[in-house]
């Protein structure tokens, strides 16, 4: 698997970008809100990569985060989303946008995104209820004690994490993860962090 590509940004298009790396051009497909976010022509630039087969291709679709891919990978496990339905989601709604709307159970935002309709909506709610990347529900800003300000924002990131993938839902944790930073001095560790907060489970 290509984890990223790194390289010169050689061509743009609202559909692909072309990354010059190693002597080689990658044309990668992305999603629509991507192409106003990457560099001029010539500057360097990152892309999360998927490789999707095909029977008859074999294509790259490119990301500026590892969330965002994880999440299209996500997508393509929905019955009837292939990797270009699963683009065009990810190109209208962010992931935070998408978690809300599946545990809100708003079709209405799902279903506004061109190629989507009740139907698919409806079943992509359904599938992707437990399949959202843990990491798309923490917004380190969201569940930290002092919002934009708070130096620890990766701790409580990773603390969130863990508990969730312990089994813990979203609230809880973030409940529990609130309480401890409020009691403990902000030198806590990251472990001595997720004991105490399963403690305040």
Known sequence: MIAY?????TQLTSLF???ESGGIGYK???????FAKLPSLQEEVLLYTAFVIRENSQTLYG???SEDRELFEALMNVTGVGPKMALSIIGHLSGRE???AIHNHEIATISKVPGIGKKT??????EMRDKIPAIL??????????PSTDPHAQKIKDAMSALINLGYNQMIAQQAI??????FPETIELSELITAALKNI
């Open 63 to 65: 990301f500026l985060n």
């Open 98 to 100: 998408l978690q809300r």
């Open 28 to 34: 990668i497909l992305i999603p629509a809100n991507l």
């Open 137 to 146: 529900l923490l917004d380190p800003e969201e569940h930290a004690v002092y």
């Open 178 to 183: 609130k309480k401890c930073l409020k009691e």
């Open 17 to 19: 970008a072309v990354i």
């Open 5 to 9: 590509i790194k390289g010169a940004l």
């Open 121 to 126: 909506a409806e079943r992509l709610m359904i």
